[in-house]
């Protein structure tokens, strides 16, 4: 028999609103038989957040939405947005990269077991680059910093 102690969850959805992002780890164990890659980012506080791209569907057909996301997640996150189309690229390049994104909720009703429950989904949108965390915190949305930064590149 096994024992453990029981702890508290330490888990919090992301509030809305605008962040950078750094990846921090790439999980693509399942990729091979499900076509499926998960993306671990945090922001400089420590918020974790994990997008998960389903490559292909059930009948292991591509899934161009995802395929298009994803494609535009790593041109953003490598800062080449001119990246041609139908090129060979290595997740593994994306660790240690930053994004800015915001973060919107869906909410979403559970399925099988957990039907009838409603979750709250948080996604990013309006993906694009990021030079890495400035000035000390994640910077939400309307900050000067990001502003600045991006100014300074005109």
Sequence with gaps: MAKFRTTQSTFQVIP????????????????????TIIIVMQTKDGQKHRERYNLTD????????????LSTLYRNAVNNLN?????????????GCYIQADIIHTTSEGKGKNAGKKFTNANLRNIRPALGFKGGDSAPAGSDEIDDELDDLD
């Design 83 to 95: 990246l041609k189309e139908d090129i060979e690229v290595d997740t593994d390049d994306l660790v």
């Design 58 to 69: 059930q009948d292991g057909n591509v899934n161009e939405v995802a395929s298009a996301v």
């Design 16 to 35: 809305e609103g605008n962040y950078i992002f750094k990846i921090v780890e790439v999980d693509d164990k399942d990729y091979e038989d499900f076509g």
